[in-house]
């Protein structure tokens, strides 16, 4: 078969998928109008050792011995965790990204921000997550070599929660910090503890 006749068959085939996409489940023909997502009902954790902290229109439950860091031009927050003058871990909440319907497209744009500054990045997949008063949410776990200063490049990790919220409102919650020092747990409990407040 010639390349030219399997494009052909492909196209065709292509098309013929998305007209029998297009009715509606009944098979009426009609389309039903799609429903605007509802928030997600219920109240965030605050695990013990952890403090209630409110960004915006967010409020995460931080690590109560984590510090105010120096908040970066799109941030509404900025938490550190250290150890004498080198920060091992941060959570952030970033208001500069995309703002769409879509948290998955959200994620995409937060996370090209980690590819930009950090060496060997590497992304796993978006798992929908449920964010009390959040319309859709995304979460997306990934490692990175962290470049310091001055000395060797060291394992870093980093979570990222991307939340679509009120009217196309949408918001990212990163996690990052060394493999030393920031555990799966910790990530989970500050995840656990993501809440919509207005």
Known sequence: MSIMRTAC???????VLMVAGCGSESGSGKTEPSKAPQPHAGTATTPPGYSRVAAGS?????????????????????????????VLARLGVIT?????????????GAFAGIQAYAAQARRGPA?????PGAKSAVRVDYTYQNVPASGPKQPARGTDVSIVYGNAK??????????????????????QGIEVTS
């Open 9 to 15: 068959t492909a196209v065709t085939l292509l098309s």
């Open 58 to 86: 967010v409020s995460v439950a931080a690590p109560s011995a984590w510090t105010p860091g120096t908040v970066p031009a799109g941030w509404s927050l900025a938490l550190e965790q250290h150890q004498g003058q080198n």
């Open 96 to 108: 500069d990204v995309p703002q769409v319907t879509d948290a998955s497209l959200v994620s995409l």
């Open 127 to 131: 798992q929908k997550l449920a964010v």
């Open 170 to 191: 949408a918001v990212t919650v990163r996690i990052t910090g060394l493999q030393t020092s920031l555990t799966p747990d910790v990530i989970s409990n500050i995840v």
